[in-house]
């Protein structure tokens, strides 16, 4: 059967993700484990992150509040202010803006760096070096990209809330301690914990899009930019389809 | 063509081999760059593979490492096959085989110090930051670059990338080492040190290599025995000087 060259091309590039997300499991957790290496990454992939994607949750939170205060005075409930928009920034916002950035900023720069190192023979080099070049550079990045994600995204929640905060200062007063006992206090175990595993699964999707992606870069200066360049994007799409199952999954499991 | 019977004179008397090659095939896609090669290398023998551009040169010493898979074929190092090996046996056989790229592949987001140590880290463990230290020096020395040693690989030009490879390359002080084209891009001062280091090698290590080249100046001052790789085949083999005055015209090319 003959298949458009664009699903067929698409099939290919499935089926070739989910055999390297396989050898990922494979060999990832194999001994000897790459601590130093692990460690190099959690600080470039977590700690480089936190400036940008704080700066836009802290937007974000201040945006959103400014934009549903007229509305809620409108139905005369704008003492749930905080309420709505904490629920929004836990549930929903604060994870998949902060995913998002972080997919942009990340994604990238693993496509390009390990689609560089793939087109000029470094990932070879380390091959003959008595490296696993998958072990040392993909898993570590995937882990790191795994776990650094929901911390990230704790950390971004707090901020966004922090300038809804000061979105709602703007319109009348609030003290801070009223605020988040307001925010705090209408969240329930499953506005929480869904929220915050989601975001493990983000994460693992950026590191391995980012590392799948670089890794078959094909050569020349045009392969390295199609490289980052397609790992940003499926990276992207991945944490929305990923959201939207992870919904799915919590409506199914009773959490609503 | 007979040239083959004819240029074949002078096969070493060593009897010990390093590296037998039988019946090697290699083919991408209809493209077949290996098609039938044998050689036989011996211990201690500097061993030049001359083709033109596009002839399957890399190919023919990444077969031997194992970063490409012939199709069909014996390689034999040290009187072991490296067909079905497994991981850490080909680990093991690779530790004692030094490999220049073709394009150096130093590792770019790494100092030449840290380039340098890459294999030492990788292969011995047990070694004190003195005696790493030691043979960092040491192996730049070589290559009269020990003042690049904390520069990054940007700052550096392409010549000096390419003796921080070879640099690399020799740090373990091989049994076996296969270059690619290590005087290329060099001017001929430099590439005459190049040739005087890798006999050196030869002679203090007891090394035995394969050199690809097209600097007839590095061949003849380095090579014991050169072969000419055409059609994917060991088209000619024998000294320089038999090669210099021969007169089939697929190896008076070179001379020209
Ligand atoms: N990974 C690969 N996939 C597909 N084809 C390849 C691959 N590597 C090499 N080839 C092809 O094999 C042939 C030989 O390539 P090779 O790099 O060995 O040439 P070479 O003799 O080293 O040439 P040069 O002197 O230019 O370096 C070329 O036609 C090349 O296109
Ligand atoms: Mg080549």
């Not at chain 1, 990454?41 to 549903?68: E, P, R, W």
């Not at chain 1, 836990?90 to 994870?95: H, L, N, S």
């Not at chain 1, 929480?192 to 999707?205: C, E, H, L, Q, Y």
């Not at chain 2, 010549?159 to 921080?164: A, D, N, Q, T, Y």
Request: aromatic letters at 8%.
């Amino acid at each position: 059967m003959d298949l458009p060259r664009s699903i067929r091309f698409f099939l290919e590039d499935t089926g070739d993700l989910a055999r390297f997300t396989g050898h990922y499991f494979g060999l990832g957790f194999s001994r000897p484990f790459e601590t130093g290496e692990l460690l190099k990454q959690c600080y470039n992939i977590g700690y480089k992150s936190f400036g940008l994607v704080a700066l836009t949750s802290f937007i974000i939170g201040l945006v959103l509040t400014m934009q549903l205060h007229p509305t809620l005075v409108e139905y005369g409930v704008a003492s749930q202010l905080p309420v709505m928009v904490g629920l929004a920034i836990i549930r929903e916002i604060g994870p998949v803006i902060a995913a998002l950035i972080f997919a942009g900023k990340i994604a990238s720069s693993i496509g390009a760096e390990l689609g560089s190192m793939k087109v000029t023979e470094q990932i070879d080099a380390m091959e003959v070096s008595g490296t696993n070049p998958f072990k040392y550079l993909v898993a570590t990045r995937v882990l790191a990209a795994t776990l650094m994600l929901p911390i990230l995204i704790v950390m971004a929640d707090a901020i966004a809330l922090l300038g809804a905060y000061i979105g709602v200062n703007i319109q009348g007063t609030t003290s801070l301690t009223l605020f988040f006992s307001q925010v705090f206090h209408s969240l329930e175990f499953s506005d929480v914990v869904p929220a915050f595993i989601k975001t493990f699964f983000f994460g693992f999707a950026v590191g391995i899009v980012g590392s799948y992606k670089g890794y078959k870069a094909a050569k020349g200066t045009t392969g390295v930019g199609n490289a980052a360049n397609s790992a940003v994007v499926l990276a992207s799409v991945l944490i929305f389809i990923i959201d939207l199952l992870a919904v799915q999954i919590t409506n199914l499991l009773g959490f609503n | 063509m007979e040239t083959k019977k004819e240029t074949i004179t002078t096969i070493p008397e060593k009897q010990e081999t390093a590296i037998v090659i039988e019946h090697l095939y290699k083919q991408f896609g209809t493209n077949k760059v290996l098609d039938d090669f044998n050689l036989t290398v011996y211990k201690e023998e500097n061993v030049v593979v001359l083709g033109k551009s596009g002839s399957g040169k890399s190919v023919l010493i990444k077969c031997i490492i194992g970063l490409l898979q012939p199709d069909k074929g014996n390689i034999i190092i040290s009187g072991k096959s490296i067909n079905g090996l497994s991981h850490n046996e080909l680990d093991k056989m690779r530790s004692k085989i030094g490999f220049l790229f073709q394009g150096n592949a130093i590792y770019d987001s790494m100092t030449v110090r840290e380039n340098l140590e890459f294999p030492l880290r990788r292969r011995w463990i047990k070694m004190s930051q003195e005696q790493i230290n030691a043979m960092v020096i040491e192996a730049l020395e070589n290559v009269n670059l020990a003042h690049t040693v904390d520069m990054m690989p940007a700052e550096l030009s392409g010549g000096m990338l390419k003796r921080i490879a070879l640099a690399r390359t020799m740090i373990l002080k091989p049994d076996i080492i296969l270059y690619d084209e290590p005087t290329s891009g060099l001017d001929p001062v430099t590439a005459r040190e190049i040739d005087k280091l890798i006999l050196d090698l030869q002679k203090k290590y007891h090394t035995t290599s394969i050199i690809i080249s097209h600097d007839m100046n590095c061949v003849k001052k380095t090579a014991d025995r050169v072969v000419l790789l055409l059609d994917g085949k060991c088209y000619a083999q024998g000294t320089y000087n038999e090669f210099e005055i021969a007169d089939d015209p697929n190896i008076k090319q070179f001379f020209e």
